[in-house]
């Protein structure tokens, strides 16, 4: 789309990322202090934004795997079976970045309970002058504490990001996160894709959000839908195959564009724009 001359922007709401699986995220991340998703550097670059990335990507969370040295040395490796399913202990930080009438804030929110137990694999320099860089730090020691905190600050993070993101662009692409269909009810939809190897299906935007108001009135908080929960309901407009394709193309957007000019040029013409 931006090849073709369009304005658009990129969006990643929520996200989360691994140090050591990303890693390479994580290094770009410690060269600028900060914190964001290895998806919204690809965005971003492909896009060709001038945002920057935190504002591109309000809420990013830093998952990191269990330090298995740390049990050999405690001689607890059996522990380590049982641990590794809590998804609390797995979570280093998350930063949220908020836009108002005072400027941007960004604020991080710590795990002290990872810090503390050596359990988890952490570059603690980098969490050190991560947390110099922000404008607030918050610490918790509870996953009931990181929901609270969650649900208080993502809203606000994720709406007023996307409404800078919105002034001055004629499309943007929001990237979905974990199958999740609904990070945050503000944001609207012309047209929602569902992609899966080899296919994309379309649905049409008005219909998807009618039935997340739905399933709303039925007691159903539409941020913890999941596709499975909602596309049951919505007739397909159309569908798409997409080649597989080597890594070498999905490095180079110019060539990808090409590859996947068929799904742009239905996009545009279920939106009607241009």
């Known amino acids: 789309m931006v090849n073709r001359g369009i304005k658009t922007e990129v969006f990643?709401?929520?996200?989360?990322?691994?140090?050591?699986?990303?890693y390479d995220a994580s290094l770009?991340?410690?060269?600028?202090?900060?914190?964001?998703?290895?998806?919204?550097?690809?965005?971003?670059?492909?896009?060709r934004s001038p945002l920057p990335a935190e504002i591109l990507n309000p809420v990013d969370a830093l998952m990191s795997p269990l330090n298995v040295k740390e049990f050999l040395k405690r001689n607890?490796?059996?522990?380590?079976?049982?641990l590794e399913q809590d998804t609390f202990l797995h979570m280093i930080a998350e930063r949220y970045t908020i836009i108002?009438?005072?400027?941007?804030?960004?604020?991080?929110?710590?795990?002290?309970?990872?810090?503390?137990?050596?359990?988890?694999?952490?570059?603690?320099?980098?969490?050190?002058?991560l947390e110099k860089s922000v404008d607030r730090v918050l610490y918790i020691?509870?996953?009931e504490e990181w929901n609270n905190t969650f649900t208080y600050h993502a809203p606000k993070a994720i709406s007023s990001c996307y409404r800078k993101v919105s002034e001055k662009a004629d499309y943007v692409i929001v990237e979905g996160f974990n199958d999740a269909v609904c990070p945050e009810k503000s944001l609207r939809y012309d047209l929602?894709?569902?992609?899966?190897?080899?296919?994309?299906?379309?649905?049409?935007?008005e219909a998807f959000h009618e039935v997340l108001g739905t399933l709303e009135s039925l007691g159903k908080d539409p941020r913890s839908l999941r596709a499975v929960d909602v596309l049951k309901y919505l007739?397909?407009?159309?569908?798409?195959?997409?080649?597989?394709?080597?890594?070498?193309?999905?490095?180079d957007y110019d060539r990808l564009s090409e590859k996947l000019a068929s799904l742009v040029d239905l996009a545009l013409k279920l939106t009607d724009r241009f």
């Not at 607890?76 to 049982?82: C, D, G, V």
């Not at 137990?117 to 980098?126: K, N």
Request: proline share 5%.
């Open 76 to 82: 607890t490796i059996n522990m380590l079976y049982l």
């Open 192 to 205: 929602v894709i569902g992609v899966a190897p080899g296919v994309s299906i379309f649905y049409d935007g």
């Open 28 to 47: 770009e991340c410690k060269k600028e202090e900060k914190l964001f998703c290895e998806d919204i550097i690809k965005l971003k670059k492909a896009c």
């Open 235 to 251: 007739k397909k407009k159309k569908t798409l195959p997409i080649p597989a394709l080597p890594s070498s193309h999905l490095k």
């Open 141 to 143: 020691n509870s996953l």
């Open 100 to 129: 108002s009438r005072n400027g941007t804030q960004n604020i991080l929110c710590i795990n002290k309970r990872s810090l503390e137990s050596r359990f988890v694999i952490i570059d603690l320099e980098y969490v050190l002058r």
């Open 12 to 22: 990643k709401p929520r996200s989360g990322h691994n140090f050591w699986y990303q």
